[in-house]
């Protein structure tokens, strides 16, 4: 999809028949399984903050794994709101999964999951492979979670695994996986949302010079997307287009104040989902400042 088509006037799409149904919609209308192209093309259909979401969460899980499969999918790692893998008890056996996970997001409209699970021999390291898991197999149970106070039209539900059936993805499950997602993740969802308001500011016509910084941060992303995950200098350009996108609150919410409808309400509500993994995120800007000798600035 080209940015001309990106970019130009589109209809936001409820998801009346379901999370899947729309997410269908959303890949076959992208026409592309680029995550950049399924992050921005999501972002203008959803009628909502939550749904841009789900859209930006799925590019990211494309990102990381090329070769997903079509639907709804979850990265689950999370047990006892814990995520060192010392703190995981779902294990690998050799054949079966068995353990559970807190957080699945999409819940149980999730087609296939992406499950961390410990691999090491007795008196080792704790050592993580990841192991897809489609959803409705035997052994797989979803649990509905309560609805939360965030993106609440994105349901999340709690995994249980019982002699389950999972293919090891190549690599370390940790290194490999893990945490270039939270990478991917945070790139993705602001690039979802910034289409999101990018859609909005075209219909009720916000000021063009608002529309045309949202497309700068758009445009930042395109490039931040082409860059590897893991490296330093990557996680210093997402750094500084978070700054970029957040030197906007004002002007968004001004434009937001003088929009009809809900949005604005939806906004104020699910913006704090790019807050959520702050201290994480000020870690690895720490990190790649000093990988890069670059020395931190005193922040504002």
């Known amino acids: 999809m080209s940015w001309k088509q990106l970019i130009g006037p589109m209809q936001p799409v409820e998801a009346a028949r379901g999370l899947p149904d729309w997410y269908a919609q959303l890949v076959a209308g992208a026409g592309s399984a ?14 909502t903050p939550g749904l841009a979401f789900l859209a930006g969460y799925q590019a990211a899980l494309r990102a990381l794994w090329p070769a997903a499969p079509a639907g709804l999918g979850a990265l689950c790692a999370t047990e006892n709101r814990k995520l060192r893998p010392a703190d995981m008890a779902t294990r690998w056996d050799g054949r079966q999964l068995n353990g559970g996970k807190d957080f699945v997001s999409a819940g149980q409209a999730a087609q296939w ?37 965030l993106v609440p039209d994105v ?10 059936v999972g293919d090891r993805l190549p690599g370390d499950g940790w290194s490999g996986y893990v945490k270039p997602f939270r990478t991917l993740e945070d790139l993705y969802v602001l690039a979802a949302f910034t289409a999101w308001l990018y859609g909005l500011a075209l ?6 010079s608002l529309s045309l910084r949202l497309l700068g941060v758009l445009a930042g992303a395109a490039e931040m997307a082409r860059q590897p995950a893991h490296e330093a200098a990557s996680h210093l350009l997402l750094a500084a287009l978070a700054e970029q996108f957040a030197a906007l609150e004002a002007d968004l919410e001004s434009a937001l104040l003088a929009t009809p409808g809900p949005s604005g309400e939806f906004w104020r ?16 800007l720490e990190q790649a400042l000093l990988a890069l000798g670059i020395a931190p600035a005193a922040s504002a």
């Open 34 to 47: 680029d995550p950049f192209v399924l992050a921005v093309y999501g972002g203008r259909l959803a009628c």
């Open 113 to 149: 999951l992406l499950v961390c699970a410990r691999e090491e021999a007795p008196e080792e390291p704790p050592r993580l492979g990841l192991f897809a898991v489609e959803a409705a197999q035997a052994g797989v149970r979803l649990e509905a979670g309560p609805r939360l106070p």
């Open 155 to 164: 349901p999340h539900a709690r995994l249980r695994l019982e002699h389950a």
């Open 203 to 208: 219909r009720h016509q916000w000021p063009r």
């Open 269 to 284: 509500r699910d913006r704090a989902v790019l807050g959520l993994a702050r201290e994480a995120r000020a870690r690895r």
